[in-house]
């Protein structure tokens, strides 16, 4: 069993800059693959940015170039750096544990931390 806690949201003016993190508890931590997802009011949830466990790492079109995820595996925490933040980006982000092994798929969720973005 993981447990996924987020921190470093809050409120922004445009162009500003927040860094999130996700602490996990528990084991083997290193051999998830990490991933950011967010939630705007009346919306879908979607992926913005993961980490493989190897270290590879991919981004949705709309945050490529602006927003930056990487993992520290001594400290079982994954960062999500957001710079240029736009009104759009005001949604509640979530933090996303998953690995697979054998035939079984395992995924958890923090609680969520909310960015808003606004003047």
């Known amino acids: 069993q993981v447990q996924l806690v987020e921190s470093g949201g809050g409120l922004v003016q445009p162009g500003g800059s927040l860094r999130l993190s996700c602490t996990a508890s528990g084991s083997l931590f290193s051999a998830y693959a990490m991933g950011w997802y967010r939630q705007a009011p009346g919306k879908q949830r979607e992926l913005v940015a993961q980490?493989?466990?190897?270290?590879?790492?991919n981004y949705a079109d709309s945050v490529q170039g602006r927003f930056s995820i990487s993992r520290d595996n001594a400290k079982s925490t994954v960062y999500l750096q957001m710079n240029s933040l736009k009104p759009e980006d005001t949604a509640v982000y979530y933090c996303?544990?998953?690995?697979?092994?054998?035939?079984?798929?395992?995924?958890?969720w923090g609680q969520g931390t909310l960015v808003t973005v606004s003047e």
């Open positions: 996303n544990a998953a690995r697979r092994w054998v035939d079984q798929f395992f995924e958890y």
């Open positions: 980490v493989a466990s190897g270290g590879s790492t």
